[in-house]
């Protein structure tokens, strides 16, 4: 099926949603490995590696995700999940660097996009990361917003998918999907001031 690669701006979770879709995947009983990508930014690995740490999952450092997808025909049984560095989709260096890197990598590519987010600029965020070949949009820190019309606006304009959100701050349970029922579910909760229904549920794998 491929790796699947986490995309975004600066700042918007991809880190912390690349370790619990990590954890959700191994609380699945299927093997996984952690990729980063952001080999530049200081930290950055150090970063990803302290969550891999408390999951006891492997993670690897590549600077070309190219050539590494390339090389992810010898594990088939194992899925890789690869954080990226984030990027201004409005510069053009930047944007056009993670293109070329996304290209011919066969990767289920996923945009991160913050709860809370202007819905104008996660409108225009997505429809730019769209035409890279993004796939879906993964929800972060709904656990620690009341607002979620920029999501909503970045799913009505690219026509992308929501799909799945981060709604606890755990890395081991912080993921659950994110459909019609769960979304209207949610905005109910906190128009009527009462407990997300994420709060109650069980989200274990």
């Not at 293109?99 to 997505?126: C, F, K, M, W």
């Not at 730019?128 to 920029?150: E, K, M, P, Q």
Request: charged share 20%; net charge negative; aromatic share 4%.
């Amino acid at each position: 099926t491929g790796p699947i690669v986490l995309v975004g701006p600066p700042s918007g979770g991809k880190t912390v949603a690349c370790a619990k879709l990590a954890a959700a995947i191994a609380l699945a009983g299927r093997s996984v490995r952690l990729v980063n990508t952001d080999v530049t930014r200081p930290g950055a690995s150090a970063r990803l590696s302290a969550f891999a740490a408390r999951l006891e999952l492997p993670v690897v450092d590549a600077p070309d995700v190219t050539d590494y997808c390339a090389q992810l025909a010898h594990e088939p049984n194992e899925t890789v999940v690869i954080d990226t560095p984030g990027i201004n989709p409005f510069d053009d260096e930047e944007f056009t660097w993670l293109g070329d890197r996304l290209q011919d990598t066969h990767a289920r590519i996923a945009l991160v996009i913050p709860a809370g987010s202007d819905a104008y600029e996660a409108a225009e965020n997505a429809n730019a990361f769209a035409a890279l070949g993004v796939n879906t949009i993964l929800g972060s820190r709904l656990d620690v917003s009341l607002r979620y019309g920029g999501l909503l606006a970045a799913a009505q304009t690219s026509h992308l998918a929501l799909s799945l959100a981060g709604v606890r701050p755990q890395i081991a349970e912080g993921l659950v999907p994110l459909n019609p029922v769960s979304l209207a579910r949610l905005f109910v909760a906190r128009c009527e001031g009462i407990p997300s229904p994420f709060d109650t549920i069980d989200i274990t794998p």
